[in-house]
């Protein structure tokens, strides 16, 4: 727990500083749900806070705090989106917004562990030994549920797969 006014003062610093960052993550981590979102980040940060005085990285220890409650919540819960997909998007102006709809109803219907692991790797950009060590899993297993997660995803929405061979092919040529 915060002891000091110093520990309490730096916390506060931490949190004003690093709350957008976080909130996103926990947005994209809920699969677009706002309240859980702000749920999920205000329950890791209490939990942060009463170990504060031992932690070396905030940052790593907060990202870990929040994966970890969100799969426990989602082991509780095993609640699955059941929302139609809509059609192919258009080409028009509402194209972007469109896609972002329908990869945010797609991410929440894998697996809060799925989730997590696409989230690290490529909306954080995370190595895959990070991501394990996040996680308290094998790189192995990073590698298994990355595949699946990303062959899920395309599944159940194919306007990414275009999209996924042209971020796949320019990985390949770099």
């Given at each position: ?6 520990g309490r ?6 949190v004003?500083a690093?709350s ?11 699969a ?8 999920l980040?205000?329950?890791s ?14 940052e790593?220890?907060l ?11 989602w082991?509780r ?17 509402t ?5 972002k ?38 790189i192995?297993t990073?590698r298994?549920?990355?595949?699946r997660?990303l062959?899920?995803?395309l599944?159940l929405c194919p ?14 040529e770099?």
């Open positions: 727990m915060i002891g000091d006014s110093a003062r730096a916390f506060d610093e931490f004003a690093r957008p960052t976080f909130i996103r993550l926990a947005y994209l981590l809920t677009g749900d706002q309240h859980a979102a702000e749920d980040l205000q329950t940060l209490a939990k942060t806070a009463l170990k504060w005085h031992k932690i070396d990285d905030p790593a220890y990202r870990q705090v929040m994966y970890r409650q969100q799969i426990s919540w082991r819960r095993r609640e699955y989106a059941v929302a139609e997909l809509p059609e192919q998007a258009g080409a028009d102006a194209y972007d917004v469109d896609l709809i329908v990869v945010q109803k797609a991410l929440g219907k894998l697996t809060a562990k799925q989730r997590a692991v696409l989230v690290l790797r490529y909306f954080e950009d995370q190595s895959e030994s990070t991501v394990a060590a996040t996680l308290g899993c094998s192995g990073v298994s549920t990355a595949h997660a062959a899920r995803l599944q306007e990414l797969h275009d999209l996924y061979i042209r971020t796949g092919e320019a990985r390949h770099r």
